[in-house]
């Protein structure tokens, strides 16, 4: 059993600021894992059954302008699929490309 095979339980928040001065705050409502001082955002881990209300916490924060829930949870990491479909084609283009040339070398 991998650490991978549980659904994660934290979910990320995308913190834009108007400035960044009071970032330290952040710290007390998740894990702040990156702080972007040109752009004015931070990135910050939370448990995910206490993502709403963090939100909403850091939303009447007077340094917030807004905050995000990160849509990465939502996507699909599984990549096979698309991989297997990409070798298929790559083979059926091999296979045309040298039929191809076999028909111009017996012309």
């Known amino acids: 059993m991998s650490i991978y095979d549980n659904q994660q339980t934290r979910q990320e928040l995308i ?17 702040v894992y990156y702080i972007s001082k040109k752009m004015k955002y931070a990135v910050l881990y939370t448990d995910i059954n206490d ?31 698309s991989f297997d479909a990409y070798v298929e084609k790559v083979k059926a283009e091999k296979n045309a490309n040298s039929e191809q040339s076999q028909v111009e070398i017996h012309s």
Do not use: C
């Not at 909403?56 to 990549?79: A, C, G, W």
């Open 15 to 31: 913190v834009w600021m108007y400035s960044n001065k009071k970032v330290k705050q952040l710290q007390k409502y998740g894990f």
């Open 51 to 81: 993502a709403e209300p963090v939100q909403r916490n850091l939303e009447k924060l007077h340094f917030v302008r807004e905050v995000e829930i990160s849509p990465r949870q939502s996507m699909t990491t599984d990549y096979t699929a």
